[in-house]
Each structure stands twice: as structure tokens, then as C-alpha cells.
């Protein structure tokens, strides 16, 4: 009898904490998205029919207040519609929502502590020390490295359209190669050639991510952002993702060659090293570049920790990179005017620059491509490349118009794909318009676009993924004629990435140029 009291006793106790745990916004006097338990906005995530940035901006269009409560799982979290609201969150407000609330544990699990998931100070400081890394000056010396990878895309496409000149190309998967390719060579700092050498180890490391089906990974990547407490306790009983380690290795090889045999090459990789041995990178462009070594006792970044800062660019470059080419280039193929348009601009500023095709690109001259900037830019509002941004509540914060108080602790979201494309802030959203972003138009929010996030944690990267993008595009309207296509909405299809994956690849009909 006392069992049966007990049991009874505790599943009474279990439903309400679970009725009071899914009714906590209704309790809040929040515009709620009504919860489905026990998955909450997961439930088509779970069940592998949604992305995981489609199923926030599904609820993003089912709304209309500046927020919403929502759960993921049993953890109630707000939704931030308002484009202005979001801004405010990560730019004059930032002080209340500095962290992102993710799984991280620089001390046991150095792996984890990159400059996406830190916190606070150490957050903050390594991200002054990283910054010197991307200037446009650093990027101009790693340019040689990246126009060789765009020869290599170029003389691939070649043999393929030799081969079959009138089947379509996957060109997301092709532009995927180009972009690993582009992070090997100048974050890892390895000499890897996919198209031609598909198996190399490089490569076979990064379709880990894509393909690697263990549960125990996916329920470790999960619960980084949905319940960091039990990731934490995952690697404290062992648990080690297997691709960083690879990573690991082969960053540890590749420094210890390099500090062996005094290597030098203009990457990334090699300011990296710089920022182990000495501390700091530096604002000089030209004296960066040589060796600087210093004792093991007396590096100031462990290898783990290098290769978290290298993994977490390597996430962020490759799919913005490959997505917004490929992308940029599905959209011309549609367009005929936008089309000759880019490539008149093209033709124009190889001829000032006084490059052939066939000949290596100038920094200089990506940089004179105007007008592809703007196309790089439309692209990235209709697709961005991060569906969606994440911030925690690190002190409590009262909603500007509003009533409410975001308390301490709750986990934000804002669903960049829903503010990107609200006619509110972008006039006929689903129409490809470059010319929306023209300094003498400008008919838009533009406090809604976002692409790269705002404020101080904004993509430290974002100079060079633009630059990769625009390389890869420029080279491709160089040697190619895209065949034109009919006008064809991309669906998208689930994916555990929490990308935009186009259902069915993004094909595309080339004929080289004449």
C-alpha cells in the first residue's frame, strides 16, 4: 500500500511539473506557440521532417507579435520577431545578452572552447586576439592559396562538362569541395586537391560531419544547445567527438612540421601558430608572416584549443562559402538580365585590371566587383546561410514598448530566414533583387538584415567568406556560360545541419565559354 501511495504520489508530482513546465509563458502573459509534448518546436525536427531553421521560421510565420514563447523540449525559450528588437539584442543591448548559453568546458573539454560557444571574458579575449587574423590586408597575403583553389573548381567543371557537356551539374556539392578545399589549405594549412583526389584524409575527416550516423554524437550535439549539462557529463565520462579529434592530429602534425623544418606559408594556420607562440597575432600585414617560436612550457595556446578556433571557422566558412556561391550562381542562371549584367561587370574589370581568363585573379580585382557584391548580398538575405541566431538573457532585461522582462537564463532565438524574408522589411521578398541593396535605392530595413549576425559577436569571418563566395562565382562567369533555367523556388529538405539544404541539390546546365 505505501508503494502504491508513493508511486501515486510521485506521478502526481511529475504532471504538474510538466503542465506548470509547458505552460510557463501562458503563466508569463507571453504569446505562446501552443507546446506539444515532449518535443515542443522539436517535434519535426525529432521526427526528421523539418531543419531545424525551418521549424523556427515555420512558427515565425504563424505569428505576429515582437515575441514569442516557445519550448524546445521542456525548456521554455523566446522567439524574437521584431527586427528591431533583435538588433537591439545583439548591438546597444549586448550587455544583457553576451553569451550564447551553449555547452562549453575550457578546462576538461579544451575541444569544446571555441570562439563560438565562450562565455564573458575569455570569450572576449580571444576574440580581440583573433581579429588581426581576418583584415583585409591578412586575407590579401592568403588570396594566392584561395585563386588556386578556384583554378583547380574551374579545371574540374571542365572535365566534367567534357565528359557529359549536356548533363546538369550539382553545383552545391561541387562549390562544398571548393570550400573544404579553400579551409584545408588555409585554416589547416594542407596541400588538399578533392576534385581530383577525393580520398584524401582531409577530406574523408570533413564527411565525418555530414555523414556520420552515431547516436551518441547526435545526442551530444543536441544537448550542447538544448541541455549543456548533460554534454558536459558526457565528456566527463569520455566522450570525444570523433572528427575533432582527427582534426586534432592533424593540426598537431602539420605545426610540428612546420616549427620543425621552418615552414612558412601565408594561411591562417600560420597566425595561428603566431598566436601560440607569442600570445598575439599583430596589425603588421607584412611582418606577421615570419617565425616566431617560443618554448612549450611558454605557448600560450594548447593544440586543442587551436583546433577548436579552426574547427568552428571550418563550420561556418565551408557552408557559407559553398551556399552562397552556389546559390548566387542558381539565382543568374533565372535571371538573363542580372545575368549578363554581372558578367559585363566581369569582362569590364578584367580588362582594367588586365587579366585573361585563364590567369590568376587579384585580389584588387574581386575587390572592384561591384555589383556582385551586391548580388552576394541578395543572396545572403534570401538564404542566409545560419537560418537562425542564438543569444542567452545574461541579466534580466525589460522589452522596450512592452510589459514584459526577459529574465536571467532564458535562452533567445531569432529566425534570420522569417526576418529576411517579411515584406515589412524587404519589399517583394521572394523576388531576387540585387539592386535593392544600390546606395542610391536602399528600399529596405535595413536594420532587419542581418546575415552575419550584429554587435560585438558578429562572424569574425565574414571579410573572407564574402571573398571565397565572390572568387568561386567570378571564376565560374569567367570560363562558363550558365545555361538559362526556368524560374524554380528552392525547396528545402531536413537535414541534422543546422543549415538551409536545398531538396535536390541546386543543378545547373554549363557550356564553357567561348
Avoid at 90 to 110: C, I, L, N, Q, W
Avoid at 256 to 266: A, G, L, Q
Amino acid at each position: 500500500m505505501f508503494w502504491v501511495l508513493l508511486l501515486t504520489i510521485s506521478l502526481v508530482l511529475i504532471v504538474q511539473y510538466v503542465r506548470r513546465r509547458y505552460t510557463y509563458w501562458q503563466s508569463e502573459g507571453v504569446v505562446e506557440e501552443k507546446a506539444k509534448f515532449p518535443y515542443g518546436v522539436l517535434e519535426s525536427v525529432v521526427k526528421s521532417q523539418r531543419a531545424f531553421g525551418l521549424a523556427v521560421y515555420d512558427v515565425y510565420l504563424r505569428h505576429s507579435a515582437k515575441i514569442v514563447g516557445i519550448y524546445m523540449m521542456n525548456k521554455p525559450t523566446l522567439l524574437v520577431r521584431d527586427a528591431h528588437l533583435a538588433r537591439q539584442v545583439m548591438t546597444s543591448d549586448f550587455g544583457s545578452f553576451h553569451d550564447r548559453g551553449v555547452y562549453v568546458d575550457e578546462k576538461h573539454a579544451p575541444l569544446s572552447s571555441n570562439l563560438f560557444n565562450l562565455q564573458g571574458a575569455s570569450w572576449r579575449n580571444l576574440r580581440t586576439k583573433l581579429a588581426p587574423s581576418f583584415s583585409s590586408g591578412k586575407i590579401k597575403g592568403m588570396f594566392d592559396t584561395i585563386d588556386d583553389v578556384g583554378e583547380k573548381l574551374v579545371q574540374h567543371l571542365l572535365g566534367v562538362i567534357e565528359r557529359s557537356p549536356n548533363d546538369e551539374i550539382e553545383m552545391k556539392e561541387k562549390l562544398t569541395t571548393y570550400a573544404i578545399d579553400i579551409i584545408g589549405s588555409v585554416i589547416f594549412g594542407l596541400d588538399v586537391d578533392s576534385f581530383s583526389n577525393p580520398n584524401n584524409e582531409f577530406r574523408a575527416c570533413s564527411d565525418m560531419l555530414v555523414k556520420n550516423d552515431s547516436v551518441l554524437m547526435k545526442i551530444h550535439n543536441m544537448c550542447v544547445f538544448i541541455f549543456p549539462p548533460l554534454a558536459r557529463l558526457m565528456n566527463r565520462m569520455g566522450y570525444e567527438n570523433e572528427m575533432l579529434t582527427k582534426l586534432r592530429d592533424i593540426m598537431r602534425r602539420t605545426i610540428e612540421f612546420r616549427e620543425k623544418n621552418n615552414v612558412v606559408r601565408r594561411d591562417l594556420l600560420q597566425l595561428l601558430i603566431r598566436l601560440r607562440n607569442t600570445g598575439k597575432i599583430g596589425d603588421d600585414d607584412d611582418e606577421v608572416w615570419n617565425i616566431e617560436t617560443a618554448k612549450s612550457d611558454l605557448k600560450a595556446m594548447s593544440i586543442e584549443k587551436l583546433t577548436a578556433q579552426a574547427f568552428v571557422f571550418y563550420i561556418a566558412g565551408s557552408e557559407t562559402t559553398a551556399a552562397t556561391a552556389a546559390f548566387t550562381l542558381y539565382e543568374l542562371s533565372m535571371s538573363p538580365k542580372l545575368l549578363k549584367e554581372a558578367r559585363d561587370e566581369l569582362d569590364a574589370v578584367m580588362e582594367r585590371h588586365q587579366l585573361k581568363r585563364g590567369n590568376k585573379f587579384t585580389y584588387e580585382a574581386v575587390q572592384d566587383l561591384k555589383f556582385l557584391d551586391l548580388c552576394i548580398n541578395e543572396t545572403m538575405r534570401k538564404y542566409p546561410a545560419l537560418p537562425f541566431l542564438n543569444r542567452e538573457c545574461t541579466q534580466d532585461f525589460k522589452v522596450p514598448d512592452g510589459d514584459y522582462t526577459i529574465k536571467k537564463g532564458t535562452p533567445i532565438l531569432i529566425s534570420l530566414l522569417g526576418i529576411h524574408r517579411n515584406a515589412n522589411y524587404f519589399p517583394n521578398p521572394m523576388d531576387y533583387d540585387p539592386h535593392r541593396f544600390d546606395a542610391d535605392i536602399m528600399n529596405y530595413d535595413q536594420s532587419a538584415y542581418m546575415p552575419f549576425g550584429e554587435g560585438p559577436r558578429h562572424c569574425i569571418a565574414q571579410r573572407m567568406g564574402k571573398v571565397n563566395s565572390k572568387v568561386a562565382v567570378a571564376k565560374i562567369l569567367a570560363n562558363f556560360d550558365l545555361v538559362e533555367a526556368p524560374r524554380k523556388e528552392v525547396e528545402f529538405r531536413f537535414d541534422p545541419a543546422p543549415v538551409l539544404m536545398p531538396d535536390g541539390g541546386l543543378p545547373l546546365r554549363l557550356k564553357k565559354r567561348l
